[in-house]
């Protein structure tokens, strides 16, 4: 029964819980259950690893408040200094994901010009929020292999990664994951669509000094 309540809850998160706002699903998800909710969440949304990522680094309570409270700050920031990426707010965390028609040329893991510009601007904002941790994933369509995709995603991921170092990023702070074709968010139907899936995604969630900072309520 108790396992039934926290899908319950997990499901009831993942449609959106559209009259709450992000620190209060922060606080919903502790009384659920703290971590094994988590859990729970992140195996339903195993179809999207950053997703599953984000809630599953989720503690909830009053500390899953004060950390959505934080992180409400650094994704407003984020969508002034990169409108051309989307930013969405989950659970106690933040997706950021760059479009790779942005970011690289086709079959390409070289950044442009352009996409340097907009990580300096990320960089800016990650180092001046220090207490995070950041998941960068790369991400294709399904164009080519599954062998060369997977290997171009791998790429791309760590040309993000190590731009990312040289502004300053501690690599302590940054992993990388690739998936090739295996997660689009879109059918590869059009051009369009292939477009999107064509991606490197950010999570950005809590490091451990901000969990315990956040727990003592010393986070503002």
């Not at 971590?35 to 179809?47: M, N, V």
């Not at 990522?53 to 992180?71: D, N, Q, R, T």
Request: aromatic fraction near 6%; glycine fraction near 10%.
């Amino acid at each position: 029964m108790k396992k039934n309540s926290i899908i319950i809850v997990a499901l009831a998160f993942l449609i959106g819980c559209k009259s709450l706002n992000n620190t209060q699903k922060g606080t919903g998800i502790g009384v659920a259950g703290g971590a094994a909710a988590g859990a729970a969440i992140g195996e339903l949304a195993g179809k999207n690893s950053v997703i599953g990522a984000l809630i599953g680094a989720a503690v909830g309570g009053s500390a899953g408040y004060f950390i959505g409270k934080h992180m409400d700050k650094q994704a407003q920031e984020l969508k002034q200094a990169i409108p051309d990426a989307t930013v969405e707010r989950v659970g106690e965390g933040i997706n950021l994901t760059f479009n790779s028609g942005l970011l690289f040329k086709l079959n390409s893991a070289e950044l442009s010009e352009d996409a340097k510009t907009e990580l300096k601007k990320v960089g800016g904002i990650l180092s001046k929020y220090d207490d995070t941790q950041i998941l960068l994933e790369g991400h294709t369509d399904d164009t080519g292999s599954d062998d060369y995709n997977l290997k171009l995603s791998e790429r791309r991921a760590e040309s993000v990664s190590k731009y990312l170092e040289s502004q300053n990023i501690p690599s302590s702070r940054l992993r990388t994951k690739w998936y090739g074709e295996s997660q689009p968010k879109f059918p590869n139907d059009s051009e369009v669509n292939r477009e999107k899936n064509r991606r490197v995604e950010l999570a950005i969630f809590a490091n451990d000094d901000m969990k315990k900072d956040a727990e003592k309520g010393e986070i503002r």
